[in-house]
């Protein structure tokens, strides 16, 4: 996210420029943060933090109306505790904080809350799309929808006019692929009998559980495609980082239907399951609180003083150094996962660290798009236009780990691997960074 900011701020767009699988509204802030204020990884983390309070606080709006102080403080806490973590510069909580301002207001004016799902579809298609059909079945009727609808095109007009096949080849073309990264439920636990790392394990199956008892009391049903779309996003990788919007909506859900409920037996399971929410997302944040992890500064200007591990630290000014010191600025380098046939993701924000851009039109490491031959073939023709000096090879655990999934097998397609291994050698090794230089030619 932070490269394609990056690239935006540079004048580039996305899928016409860049490869890009997204909504262009994270990436078109970020970058314009970027060009206020200059590079800087602290400017998204101090929007990060203000967007996870807001969409906290309008959580508890939207349940302090129609119910007690009390559930609605807890439906505030379980929302603080599931937008706290993990942290990162997603597209999620903007999109969120739009669908919950549109949901406050769609009493009081249905267009503007449909425009506020536009909005959010700029930032997150399928959530500004449940969101519309949410604020409509909450009464802002058929205006919501239209307003979302001519809100979303004019939005969405200049992307489209500027790359219209391009939005269609990367959106469309990686939900057709997307299965090779899909996860299935959690339900083999082998860890430690500990509570919390229970629950944590099984917090998916809580989710979903919660949705299903919800669903039965029938209370709140306009929320129901929000409900339904966290639910596919879960479904569809159900890890850490796929967890946060199914958890909010259903937050909201779980409370206002607990305040509604007639039966003591019901009330007490809906609140039951809302207070597992809450202490999900607690019992993260105390234990960070009580026992927090050794961390180092990130060893680049634009970092501002975002902190990462010692290791990594260390790692990445060993690394940071070698390239400053055998690129000029502004130079192209690669930064490529372990290997091209089998990937699980990749480093693009070594590029932002680095200060140095990116010479193909893939920042973003997909199984299914730079494991084919197609896209091999092309990133091999960009690199042997620019002629990077450097490759720099993150062989990090992440990278080099399998999932039970397609990402974890090889497409057999060796091209660029091969092509990098003719035209790169001398490798040296810094921590998870292997960085290697061309070779000599004629």
Known sequence: MLQAAARMAGGQWPYRDFWWNYGPGQPLVLGALWKAFGP??????????????????????????????????????????????????????????????????????????????????????????????????????????????????????????????????????FLRVQHLQRLPLPLDYDGPVDPNKVLEFYFPLVLLGGSALWLVRRRALWLAPLIAAGVLYLLGRPDEFHLAPLSVILAIALALAAARERSRAWRIALVAALALVAVHGLERRIGQALHPPALAAVPAPVADGVKTSPADARAMRAVLARVHALTRPGAPIFVAPPRFDRVRLGDPLLYVLAGRPNPTRYD??????????????????????????????????????????????????????????AHYGAPQRFGPYVLLRARRTG
Do not use: K, Y
């Open 40 to 173: 800087s990884l602290l400017s998204w983390r101090i929007l990060r933090v203000g967007l996870d309070a807001t969409v906290a606080v309008l959580a508890w709006a939207l349940v302090r109306r129609q119910s007690p102080g009390w559930l609605a403080l807890l439906a505030w806490a379980a929302v603080a505790a599931a937008m706290a973590w993990p942290t990162g510069p997603g597209a999620n909580p903007a999109a969120v904080a739009l669908v919950l301002w549109a949901l406050l207001v769609v009493r009081r004016s249905g267009v503007v809350a449909g425009a506020l799902c536009g909005l959010a579809a700029l930032f997150r298609p399928e959530l500004g799309a449940a969101g519309a059909l949410a604020v409509a079945l909450a009464g802002g009727g058929v205006a919501a929808i239209v307003a979302a609808a001519i809100a979303g095109v004019v939005l969405w007009a200049p992307f489209l006019a500027v790359a219209p096949g391009d939005v269609e080849h990367d959106m469309a073309g």
């Open 364 to 421: 973003v490491m997909q199984p299914g798009v730079v494991t084919t031959a197609d896209v091999q073939r092309e990133m091999i023709g960009d690199l042997a236009r620019a002629r990077p000096r450097l490759l720099v090879r993150w062989r990090d655990r992440r990278a080099l780990a399998t999932e039970p999934n397609g990402s974890g097998r090889s497409s057999g397609v060796r091209l660029l691997d091969d092509w990098l291994r």
